[in-house]
């Protein structure tokens, strides 16, 4: 009988095999939205099916944009996004996703004559809105929140193309201000302290909208044209590779096979960051249609610890709490700085790393802004509590592979969000 309210991993000696990844959730949001804005028939393949995304499918529906959805592959039909119309109750229930309501903001503020209710769960209710309020309403756009926080009030206006710098690098951001300039009068810029992920940029020039950069800043032009359905296959996911990756280096004689992983340079810090601590990693098979894609092969290896400072914690972001995990076994200690955006994740990141890290028997030290954490740790095992976050539930997961005893996950369902069949997968090369 399934267990709804813990999940207990057990250790293995090693583990063996191939994995082929879910596709990449940051894409798999984009490529709907796309398939959105779009006018007639859209086919994605290898879509991420994790519940993220399928908020953000709830969300078009209710904008008249139908999806019929297979396995992995969903048809979609779009009037286009001067088609879209008033939803019945205007309330867009964005589920536990950041990317969700932070892009469709982006796209909505714009959408003269129509209002919407943009909600979301207990964790999307307490994270941070002001950060995109803040540059839609310079835009000219209607658009409030009690306290910066949902639900999120939208009345479609006119906007006005702005130069904007984030005030912290962000993607989502970004992103939803590089949205709104698509309906926007006049160029939109957008400056970035450092390079976050740029698929929204990729996939605009895939569209052929004249999206520029120049050093770190971006522009974008209204956008004039229709853009007609599409085909695209979203390649693997990154962020769901690490956990493997965390797996097939710590575990002793393994060896992963990771498949038609995004090799995008903006999501594989922890690849070069692991290489330079002595992982075994290699990159086989390199393709590239719209982004790098390739096969990643990951050997057990001796790690030594490493140092992230700010600078690096855009391209980290979405595994600093799996590298905190990584850290216990390198040698040495491992200081993390300049990661404070942790704190407005699913859950407060750098909180629920550290207790859960401290859990299984690890020395951790939290601090405002990341944590040190002491290497050469054999982790005891015991009960982590994920906080209702899918990461954290997928890294105490991987450490239950690694302890001695066996590892608890409270909140385990979680990882639904972002990778529904991230257990049956472990099961499987847990076994092998
Ligand atoms: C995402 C960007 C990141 C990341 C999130 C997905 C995206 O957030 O943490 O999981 O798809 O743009 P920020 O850009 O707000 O740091």
Redesign the pocket.
């Given at each position: 009988m399934t267990d709804h309210i813990k999940k207990t991993v057990s250790p293995v000696e090693s583990i063996r095999g191939q994995i082929t990844l879910p596709g990449d959730?940051?894409m798999s949001?984009r490529a709907l939205m796309f398939a959105a804005i779009a006018k007639g028939c859209s086919k994605i393949k290898h879509l991420n099916i994790g519940a993220d995304a399928l908020s953000t499918i709830a969300c078009l529906q209710k904008l008249g944009v139908t999806f019929q959805l297979g396995k992995f592959t969903v048809d979609v039909e779009s009037p286009g996004i001067h088609g879209w119309k008033q939803p019945q109750d205007g309330i867009l229930n964005c589920g536990n996703s950041?990317?969700t309501v932070?892009?469709l903001a982006g796209l909505l503020a714009g959408q003269e004559g129509l209002e919407f209710t943009m909600t979301g769960d207990a964790s999307l209710s307490v994270r941070p809105m002001q950060r995109i309020i803040d540059p839609l309403t310079k835009m000219g756009a209607d658009i409030h929140a009690q306290d910066g926080h949902l639900p999120l009030h939208v009345r479609g206006k006119k906007l006005t193309g702005i130069h904007y710098t984030l005030p912290v690098?962000?993607?989502?951001?970004?992103?939803c201000v590089l949205f709104a300039g698509l309906s926007a009068q006049g160029k939109t810029y957008v400056e970035e302290p450092q390079l976050?992920?740029d698929?929204t940029e990729n996939m605009m020039k895939m569209f052929r909208i004249p999206i520029f950069r120049n050093k770190d800043i971006l522009s974008v032009h209204t956008l004039r044209r229709v853009i007609p359905g599409f085909e695209y296959s979203v390649p693997g996911d990154p962020?769901s590779a690490a956990f493997w990756v965390a797996a097939g280096l710590l575990l002793p004689k393994s060896r992963l096979l990771l498949r038609k992983m995004s090799l995008n340079p903006t999501r594989i810090a922890y690849l070069k960051l692991l290489r330079s601590c002595g992982a075994e990693i290699d990159i086989i098979r390199e393709t590239k249609s719209l982004e790098p894609m390739g096969d990643v092969v990951v050997r057990s290896s001796v790690l030594r610890h490493f140092q992230i400072s700010g600078r690096q914690v855009?391209g980290l972001?979405?595994e600093i709490p799996l590298l905190a995990l990584i850290a216990t076994r390198a040698k040495g200690k491992t200081v993390i700085r300049g990661a404070k955006?942790l704190r407005y994740?699913e859950s407060d990141r750098i909180s629920a790393t550290v207790e859960m890290l401290r859990s299984l028997g690890a020395e951790a030290e939290e601090l405002e802004d990341g944590m040190i954490v002491r290497g050469d740790t054999v982790l005891r095992g015991g009960r982590v509590d994920a906080h209702g976050d899918h990461r954290i539930a997928m890294t105490a997961s991987i450490a239950g592979l690694l302890s001695q005893g066996p590892v608890e996950v409270h909140g385990w369902s979680s990882v639904e969000i972002s990778y529904p069949n991230f257990y049956s997968i472990l099961e499987r090369i847990g076994r092998s």
């Open positions: 959730k940051s949001h950041g990317t932070r892009l690098a962000s993607a989502q951001v970004k992103s976050s992920r698929h962020s855009p972001i979405d955006e994740k």
